[in-house]
């Protein structure tokens, strides 16, 4: 009887220790999805914040135009009818 007592204890000890070590490793597996979410979650937020910025920057400092020598004033004391023709000549050959 004692045998089959001792052959019970260890089944039993070793089912115990199956359902422990199960629980424990589901435990881990869990929180390193729980930590790999959140990281993503903080680089989207990240991410949004450096699209929101620049959008944010480019509507509050808009590229500079490029003057074209067509855009001139004539009444403009620096006014230079030499280079207003040379670009109106390339322009229309």
């Known amino acids: 009887m004692s045998t089959t007592s001792g052959v019970n204890v260890l ?8 359902v422990f070590y199960g629980f424990t490793h589901q435990r881990t597996i ?3 999805t729980r ?11 990240q991410q949004l914040i450096e699209q929101a910025r620049a959008e944010y920057a480019k509507s509050k400092n808009p590229a500079p135009r490029t ?4 855009d001139q004033d004539p009444m403009d004391p620096n006014f230079d009818l ?7 000549a390339a322009q229309n050959p």
């Open 11 to 18: 089944r039993y000890s070793a089912l115990a220790f199956g």
């Open 67 to 70: 003057k074209s020598p067509l």
């Open 82 to 88: 030499e280079a207003y023709f040379n670009a109106l």
């Open 35 to 45: 930590a790999a979410a959140a990281k993503r979650e903080y680089e989207h937020k």
């Open 30 to 32: 869990n929180s390193h």
